[in-house]
T-cell receptor, first 114, second 115 residues
Framework: GENVEQHPSTLSVQEGDSAVIKCTYS??????FPWYKQELGKRPQLIID?????GEKKDQRIAVTLNKTAKHFSLHITETQPEDSAVYFC?????????????FGTGTRLQVTL | DAGITQSPRHKVTETGTPVTLRCHQT?????MYWYRQDPGHGLRLIHY???????DKGEVSDGYSVSRSKTEDFLLTLESATSSQTSVYFC??????????????FGEGSWLTVV
């Protein structure tokens, strides 16, 4: 089955700096790659996603890049703010129009310091 | 919140007792999922459903069973709870027929402690 590895496990940045989280996946058939943000005691919430027919996607301060050849994708957060502090999860799945059986990475705890 | 509610939200139970967690959705989503979340493991799929009475196993299904007798309800049962099943359980939904495609949305979670 699919295997997703995520690095780093913890990341500390100063407010205003950029943060980058990287994930690799094993199954070349995977074609959907979402990122979730989870605050302490809350549910994971989708912040951005990308499909395999797109190389990059941006939404304000957040961007995701995908390299299908190398089978890795990354989350980029610019101009970080204290409210960006949370655990971030990447995930991968195969198929469209069917059950979305996501395989998740183990998470990155991002701490934005003042 | 995609109209998902989970119950109970918190439960403490004893080893060997049966436990059922309920996921209820109000928006007629086709697919429903149960994930568990543990430190160092991220979220792992337990079981999922693709319609009434249609279910299938995920990567960590041992010790769990599910049922979906109505579109809106997806039940997760631990037949005989063990301490290794202490976890946070998240229900989720997706609906490829709508614009969200593969996106899954999570419920608020159920904290289960087995003592």
């Amino acid at each position: 089955g699919e295997n997703v590895e995520q690095h780093p496990s913890t990341l500390s940045v100063q407010e205003g700096d950029s943060a980058v989280i990287k994930c690799t996946y094993s199954d070349s058939a995977s074609n959907y790659f979402p990122w979730y943000k989870q605050e302490l005691g809350k549910r994971p919430q989708l912040i951005i996603d990308i499909r395999s027919n797109v190389g990059e996607k941006k939404d304000q301060r957040i961007a995701v890049t995908l390299n299908k050849t190398a089978k890795h994708f990354s989350l980029h957060i610019t101009e970080t703010q204290p409210e960006d502090s949370a655990v971030y999860f990447c995930a991968a799945s195969i198929g469209t129009g069917t059950a979305s059986k996501l395989t998740f990475g183990t998470g990155t705890r991002l701490q934005v310091t003042l | 919140d995609a109209g998902i509610t989970q119950s109970p939200r918190h439960k403490v139970t004893e080893t060997g007792t049966p436990v059922t967690l309920r996921c209820h959705q109000t928006e007629n989503h086709r697919y429903m999922y149960w994930y568990r979340q543990d430190p160092g493991h991220g979220l792992r799929l337990i079981h999922y459903s693709y319609g009434v009475k249609d279910t299938d196993k995920g990567e960590v299904s041992d010790g769990y069973s599910v049922s979906r007798s109505k579109t809106e309800d997806f039940l997760l049962t631990l037949e005989s709870a063990t301490s290794s099943q202490t976890s946070v359980y998240f229900c989720a939904i997706s609906d490829p027929g709508r614009t969200s495609g593969n996106t899954i949305y999570f419920g608020e979670g159920s904290w289960l402690t087995v003592v």
